[in-house]
């Protein structure tokens, strides 16, 4: 496996960390394709932690991102602050709102968000370096921010993340939910996924695509 990706993950679950479907399909895809890849998370406590059978929060209750993404990829992960981005070829940050609460205060603050420092440190050099980046679901909201104005991206159609978006600098594209939006010039690729799927197979198709437009890129 000569390319190699690294990815960000921000918790266990949909509502208060990194979306598990999202994450394991693009470690299928990566895999099957034959890209070598590596997870990563800070090492810091969740925002809050919900009940996903109720959707509401659980007073009292406290957990690491860092110990919460490590059931998701059977305990293969580092602390974010380890990632260096010249061993790697690329980075993708799957969706779920943990990209939101946790790697940003994107939930709370809208568009007067801030991504969390280390994950700039970590995803900057790659941007810097033109290494394609790939982000799905509620993540491409952090690229205005994180990477810069005037970048291209999908979180599918809804119109208030994209409002926000486009208040930071950012430029937002409609999306079907089986197709991808990329911003050639800055090699960053998005997909909606769970912002807009329905079902695992919709979400797969885009996720998909995403991972192989990355593998394009990668050659480029």
Do not use: W
């Not at 809050?48 to 998701?72: C, K, P, Q, W, Y």
């Amino acid at each position: 496996m000569s390319k190699q990706v690294a990815v960000i993950l921000s918790g266990c679950g949909v509502q208060d960390g990194s979306e598990i479907y999202e994450t394991t399909l693009t470690l299928l895809r990566l895999d099957q394709l034959g890209i070598g890849y590596r997870c990563f998370a800070p090492d810091i406590m969740q925002y809050h932690v919900i009940d996903h059978r109720n959707g509401e929060a659980i007073e009292g209750e406290t957990r690491s991102v860092l110990l919460e993404s490590a059931r998701l990829v059977r305990g293969n992960i580092a602390p974010l602050g380890e990632l260096e981005a010249d061993e790697f070829d690329a980075v993708i940050l799957p969706g779920g709102f943990g990209a939101a609460k946790n790697l940003s205060n994107f939930a709370e603050a809208g568009s007067d968000m801030e991504p969390l420092a280390e994950l700039v440190e970590a995803v900057a050099p790659f941007h810097e370096a033109r290494k394609p980046i790939g982000l799905m679901c509620i993540a491409p909201a952090l690229v205005p921010k994180l990477l810069g104005p005037g970048i291209a991206v999908t979180i599918g159609h809804d119109p208030g993340v994209a409002g926000a978006i486009s208040s930071m600098g950012g430029l937002h594209r409609s999306c079907g939910v089986e197709d991808i939006v990329v911003d050639f010039e800055n090699r960053v690729v998005t997909t909606p996924a769970y912002m807009l799927a329905t079902r695992i197979g919709e979400a797969a198709t885009g996720i998909f695509k995403l991972v192989e437009r990355i593998d394009e890129l990668m050659d480029l």
